[in-house]
């Protein structure tokens, strides 16, 4: 009876406790072996869990560096258009000062004329940022399509998919 109960192992998925057969936690053969019994060599065990836990904060810091230097580089698109959209209204101010004034000397005709050139520089300078912003988004949601496309992979992974013998083969193994 007590051989029967060190093959099984209880888990708490969020409440829901089950027991299942203990599996073996090691993935990669070129890890150092795994001792027959735990407890004759608790020094191997420990390094083995050092290693797989060392490897996985490796896999997830360099999956989260890369995502932040995306989302870097998107913030840096974003403080440039910044940059450029405050530009152009201070040119556009200016233009607006320049042809107040001119407007004094000058008759009706060149007052219109110097209002539709502001008219359209401030045209142009909408239209730069529209196309900046429609940039950014395109990045972002290319960030966000690749994520998403990660996700649906792993759903679709699942055993569950596949056949229902391959399902069955899949749940006894587990």
Known sequence: M??????????NDDGFVFKREKRSRISN?????????????????ERNRRMRKKRTL??????????????????????????????????????????TEATSFHDG???????????????????????????????AESITRVEEEETKQSLFDLDVWSSPTNLMASLCTD
């Open 2 to 11: 007590e051989r029967e109960d060190e093959e099984w192992e209880l888990c």
């Open 29 to 45: 053969p070129g890890e150092t072996s795994n001792p027959v019994n735990p407890e004759l060599d608790p020094a191997a065990e």
């Open 58 to 99: 490796a896999k997830l810091r360099s999956k989260y560096r890369s995502e932040i230097q995306q989302w870097e580089a998107l913030s840096n698109r974003f403080n440039s258009m910044q940059e450029r959209a405050v530009r152009f209204q201070t040119q556009g101010e200016e233009e607006r000062l320049n042809a």
């Open 109 to 139: 005709s060149s007052s219109a004329s110097i209002y539709l050139d502001e008219l359209l520089s401030m045209t142009e300078a909408q239209e730069v940022i529209i196309n900046d912003v429609s940039n950014m988004c395109e990045v």
